[in-house]
Structure formats: C-alpha cells, structure tokens
C-alpha cells in the first residue's frame, strides 16, 4: 500500500494556481501489481518503492487516463492489456477479467472523481465508467448486453427528467464524449458538463519522458522542433528553442553548467552535413567544443530532463487541447526512472529545477525515483512511498 509524505492530494501544493484544474489522486483499485491503491499528486510527486513495487505501472495508469481523456480508442491506450490485469485475478463464468483504474480532479468545481472499468479479456472495452461530484453520481455506464459494442449511459440532468440515457461506444471513455452529447439546458446537464470538461482539462497536456542517451549523442534530421519522449532529437529541439527564447536558453546553459563536467559557456545546435542534420555541443568558452556523444549517461539525461522542465506544450510532443484557453492549462511530465544515471550532485540540481518551475504553476511532475530520501528537503516535494504488497 502507498503512503504519501506530504499534505492530502485535495490540497493544492503553494505554487498551485487557485482554481485551475488538477488532478490530485491516481485510483488503481485494480491494476498491475496495485490493488486498492490512492495516490496523492502534488504539483511535484516522487513515486518511489522498491523494485517490482510498481512505480513504472503507476505513471502508466496516470498516461492511459490522459490518453483516454484526450479522446483516444482503448485499443490505441492499451495495446497489451493483459499486462494490466492482476496476476492473480480470476477469470468469472464468461471468462472475462479486467482492471480498473481512476483519479481525482480539483478545480472550479471542487474535487470531481472519475472511475474506469475495462474488460481486458475476450474482448478490450470499456464495461463501466462513474463520474462523481459532491457524492452525486453525474455520469453513469454499465455493459449491459456483451453482444453489442456499447455501454448504456446515465447522465444526470434534474430536469423534468431526473436522468438521460443514451448507449455509448464501448472503445471510448463516455466523460470526454459529454460535451457532444449533453445539451447544458438544465442546471443538472450544466453540472455534468463542468465535471467532465475540468477531468478532461485535468488528464490532458500530459508528456511521458524517458530520455534515451544511446539515441541523443549523434546528429539528428532536422524537423519540427517538436521533443520526442524519448529525447532522441534533442538537438533538432535546441536549434529551435535557443533561437526562440534567449531567457530560457540562458537558464538551461545554467542548469547544464550545474550539472555537467567542466566549464560550460552555452549549449549550441548547429547545422551538420549541408544542413540535413542538426548535432548539439557545449561550448567550454576556452574555443572548445565538445559534441554530445563524449557526455555521459548521466550528463545527457540531465540535460534532456532540464530542456523539458524549461520548454513547454509548444516545444513538447503532446496533445495540447487547443479549445482551452492557455491560461487554464498545466503541462505534466511523467518521468519514469527521474534518477537514474543521475550522480547526487546532479538529481539534488534537477529536483531544485523541478520545485522552481512547478511554484510558477504551468507545469506538474510526477517522477518514478528508486530512493528519495534525498529530496525530503525539497519545500513542495510530495513523495508517494510503494511497497511490494
């Protein structure tokens, strides 16, 4: 069971902006290895256990919900679903298992909670989904005949009629599907679709990272400037961002003079073989040049995080819901592995980065760390302690 260092998810951390949506617990009430587990997010969330505790599994629920709230098929969110059903879970008279996975948004509307059931086998669907507020149901699904590729929907409405029903697709998650299907004429439908929109606000803009160094030492094809979650084209990234915003340039040459060997005076992408390629380099300020290649594991994956710490939506490849006024949204990075390769020096630099840039409130962090007793001193570090059982 986990056990969290911090204030109660429904508090805001002090950098939270008043009001803007969050979420603030991740439901694995049955998935992977977790059964019956809350977790508390705060702005910046270390997930730690040891290994097999899983850590992994959890930013992977946090990502799937994203996925789903951002529209996307079940099919497309949980290519191997088997993977995410209980080991131990039993199989009923049909045959069927699944898993169930949730979280908590606060917002405008107060915490609203969204809870997921998915059958994983024979056949990948949604068989339930509940959307609650203030102890009122506001949506409701249930499979109600297998042989149909729908769920039969509830939506409150306190109307002349106290609810709606309408058949849902199975494949999609019915919250993200209201704002099409609700009309907002009575103060019930009106509730509903605030609910829905602040989850959906909530889940998206959220970018998984895991920076791959074997992948970023070498040039890359010039393209959109857009960072993969992988970082492979980390200089493709920094021949645009140096360009765009000589303040935060200037902020990362700190970051990576903190955090990498020797003397740093800038990091540079320049063109490379006619213009095809882009190759990234420190600039030791003493006219030498050092290309990424000759990094360290370490120095490559610090440099990466802290590139994504300082960019944002625009720079990162993820869904960014163009239909929410900037100001509304928040970018949160999934960091699996947040530490690993890292020296002392160079994750107590990163996780100082982190606190600062989540205290302005446009970006959240919830990293998976193998230790993070060297944290606990970090003002605003929410850890979220896992064990094996």
């Known amino acids: 069971m986990p056990s969290a260092g911090s204030a109660p998810a429904a508090s805001a951390a002090p950098g939270t902006r008043p009001g803007l949506p969050r979420v603030t617990e991740l439901l694995l009430s049955a998935f992977a290895g977790h059964r019956g587990a809350a977790l508390p997010l705060g702005d910046l969330t270390l997930i730690t256990g040891p ?14 919900l994203a996925r ?3 529209g996307a098929a079940l099919e497309e969110v949980f290519p191997e679903p088997g993977g995410c059903v209980p080991e131990r879970a039993r199989p009923d008279a049909q045959h069927r ?20 059931a998915v059958q994983a086998e024979p056949d990948l669907r949604i068989v339930g989904e509940r959307l609650t507020a203030d102890g009122l149901v ?19 409405t306190a109307g002349a009629t106290p609810v709606t029903r309408a058949p849902l697709p199975d494949d ?5 599907l209201l704002p099409l299907r609700v009309a907002g004429k009575t103060p019930g439908q009106r509730q509903v679709l605030a609910a829905a929109e602040q989850m959906v606000v909530a889940l998206r803009s959220v970018f998984p990272c895991d920076p791959r160094p074997d992948r970023m030492r070498g040039p890359v094809p010039a393209g959109s400037g857009r960072l993969l979650g992988g970082c492979d084209n980390l200089a493709d990234v920094l021949w645009r961002t140096r360009a765009e915003c000589g303040r935060r340039h200037a902020l990362l040459v700190d970051a990576v003079r903190a955090g990498c060997a020797g003397p740093v005076a800038d990091l540079l992408a320049e063109p490379y073989e006619a213009g095809r390629l882009v190759r990234a380099l420190l600039d030791r300020g003493d006219g030498t040049r050092t ?9 490559l994956r610090y440099t990466a995080l802290a590139l994504v710490l300082l960019t944002g939506p625009g720079v990162l490849e993820t869904d960014v819901p163009g239909e929410v006024p900037a100001a509304l949204r928040t ?12 020296d002392p020096g160079q994750r107590t630099h990163l996780i100082r980065l982190a606190a600062r840039m989540c205290e302005r409130g446009h970006i959240r962090l919830a990293g998976a760390v193998s230790d993070a007793s060297w944290a606990a001193a970090v003002p605003g570090v929410t850890v979220v302690h896992l064990d094996r059982d």
């Open 331 to 342: 970018l949160t990075v999934l960091a699996d592995g947040l530490d690993r390769s890292l």
């Open 138 to 156: 506001l949506l409701e699904t249930a499979l109600r005949d297998p042989r149909r590729r729908a769920v039969q929907a509830a939506w409150h």
């Open 51 to 64: 290994s097999g505790s899983g850590k992994t599994s959890a930013l992977r629920a946090y990502e799937a």
């Open 97 to 116: 298992r699944g898993f169930r996975i949730g979280c908590t948004a606060d917002g405008p509307g107060g915490p609203v909670r969204l809870e997921v």
């Open 172 to 176: 999609r998650l019915g919250t993200a």
């Open 291 to 299: 290309e990424l290649r000759r990094l360290g594991d370490g120095e």
């Open 68 to 70: 789903l709230g951002g």
